[in-house]
């Protein structure tokens, strides 16, 4: 069945560059989640959107990072200006009702930025 | 220090072993519990999720949460190769939506 998709899988930046990284989540899923995952460690939060708004910005690093859910499905993360210590995999999670305590998010595989 | 401490490993063990893996944690506020299993390039799954403390079980997987010693554990019985992977642990407060905070993973090596 349809996970949650991410593209592209893989992303390779020169420091400066802007980049966008998609995520298409379970359809029908009303929570997405950001996370960034650096090498060896876990998942750190980023944002989360219930539908079109982002009610959680807490954990983006720095006004370089925006993401959006225009049309509260498909999402981007566009990081402005890369530099080398953005390099990570991004991972996207949607969960189906509101992002309660219980709710299972269902993450997608990741886009690994490289950024040289 | 982080909030939740856990051993990278990697841990190896022979096919049939019981796994035993951890994490510490030093937020008492903490009532959510979770273990996901991740796979190499692949996203985290959801293995067990457990509310305060006390003990779930689900086929060869077995979560414990030990609130007193902020301590919290995952066994896997009859190990196979397929459980190779990196297991995560995971936990939220009460308050809020649900944002958890991760351990770092520890790498599992069961060879044949």
């Known amino acids: 069945g349809a996970g949650v998709s991410q593209s592209p899988r893989y992303k390779v930046a020169k420091r400066g560059q802007d980049v966008a990284l998609r995520c298409d989540p379970i359809s029908g899923h009303v929570s997405l989640f950001w996370y960034q995952q650096a090498l060896g460690q876990g998942p750190e939060f980023l944002t989360y959107?219930?539908?079109?708004?982002?009610?959680?910005k807490s954990g983006l690093p720095s006004d370089r990072f925006f993401a959006e859910r225009p049309e509260g499905s498909v999402s981007t993360l566009k990081i402005q200006r890369t530099q080398q210590e953005d390099s990570a995999v991004y991972l996207c999670a949607s969960s189906l009702s509101s992002g309660g305590r219980t709710d299972t998010q269902y993450f997608g595989p990741g886009t690994r930025l490289t950024v040289l | 220090q982080k909030e939740v401490e856990q051993d990278p490993g990697p841990l190896s063990v022979p096919e049939g072993a019981i796994v035993s893996l951890n994490c510490t944690y030093s937020n008492s506020a903490f009532q959510y519990f979770m273990w996901y299993r991740q796979y190499s390039r692949k996203g985290p799954e959801l293995l067990m999720y457990?509310?305060?403390?006390g003990n779930k079980e689900d086929g060869r997987f077995t979560a414990q949460v030990d609130k007193s010693s902020k301590y919290i554990s995952l066994f896997i019985r009859d190990s196979q190769p397929s459980d190779s992977a990196t297991y995560l642990c995971a936990m939220s407060d009460s308050g809020g939506s649900y944002i958890p905070t991760f351990g770092r993973g520890t790498s599992l090596i069961v060879h044949p």
């Open positions: 959107f219930q539908n079109e708004a982002q009610l959680d």
């Open positions: 457990t509310y305060s403390s």
